[in-house]
Structures are given as structure tokens and as C-alpha cells.
């Protein structure tokens, strides 16, 4: 049982400090593998959502050296 997948929608574009026109996107859920099968759980729904969503294999999380538990 596990994360499969992020999911992810573009939601515009903005100009880098070149002035190259980049994508934005914001990730809106995951797809976990359950005993039953994958399950999508969304969190989140974009307001100018044109309906795509990405489907990428989850980033490694990184570790924080400055958290320090109290």
C-alpha cells in the first residue's frame, strides 16, 4: 500500500526572469495502490481546471535538518 502517483493539473503560465514563458501547476491529489486495487483521492480542484490531470511518479521527500522536535 503506497503512493503511486501525484496528481497534478496546469493551472496558467507566468515569464521566468528570462522572460521564458514557463507552466504552473499544482498538485491536486494521489493515486494510492490499496488491497482492493489504485483509488484516487483528490484534495484539491483547480478554478480554471481544464479537465487534464498529470499523473507523475512521486518525488522522494527531502529531508529537513531544521526541524527539531521540541
Known amino acids: ?3 503511486k502517483y501525484e496528481v497534478s493539473a496546469k493551472t496558467g503560465e507566468y515569464q521566468d526572469k528570462e ?3 514557463k507552466a504552473r501547476y499544482i498538485q491536486m491529489g494521489v493515486v494510492i495502490e490499496g488491497p482492493r486495487g489504485l483509488s484516487l483521492k483528490l484534495e ?3 478554478v480554471n481546471w481544464d479537465g ?3 499523473l507523475n511518479t512521486p518525488k522522494p521527500k ?3 535538518t531544521d526541524d527539531v522536535p521540541f
Open 44 to 46: 484539491s480542484i483547480p
Open 62 to 64: 527531502a529531508k529537513n
Open 52 to 54: 487534464w490531470a498529470y
Open 19 to 21: 522572460g521564458n514563458t
Open 1 to 3: 500500500m503506497g503512493i
